[in-house]
């Protein structure tokens, strides 16, 4: 001890640290999802797994449903604008060869039966 420091303030080999600085974290709500988009997904699951023994209404209601989450979803307010692609998406590829199908069974049965007539 030098006769120039005073009593107390001798020196210390252990360094002095600050606190710790530590980052603020900002936790932005997500938007809620649209009912419309996740109803549309949910009805083109059903579709796509037994549309066929449901005559096509769950891929015919997730169109709906999707055209109507896109809106839903337009402004950004709402979110699942990829669940209504996806409704859309899946409807729409059950519901046309589903369609086609019904058209062209149907158009089978409501046209007559030709044959040729043999001539005398």
Do not use: E
């Amino acid at each position: 001890m030098s006769p120039a420091t005073p009593y107390g303030q001798q020196y210390s080999p252990q360094a002095v640290y600050q606190q710790p600085v530590y980052q603020q974290v900002v936790v932005a709500p997500a938007a809620p999802t649209s009912g419309w988009a996740t109803a549309s997904m949910v009805l083109g699951i059903l579709g796509a797994l037994g549309g066929w023994c449901m005559l096509g209404i769950p891929c015919f209601v997730a169109i709906v449903a999707g055209h109507a989450g896109l809106i839903d979803t337009k402004n950004g307010s709402k979110g699942g604008r990829g669940l209504a692609v996806t409704g859309l998406v899946l409807g729409y590829v059950f519901i046309v060869p589903w369609a086609l199908f019904f058209f062209l069974g149907g158009l089978g049965v409501a046209t007559p039966d030709v044959s040729p007539t043999p001539t005398p």
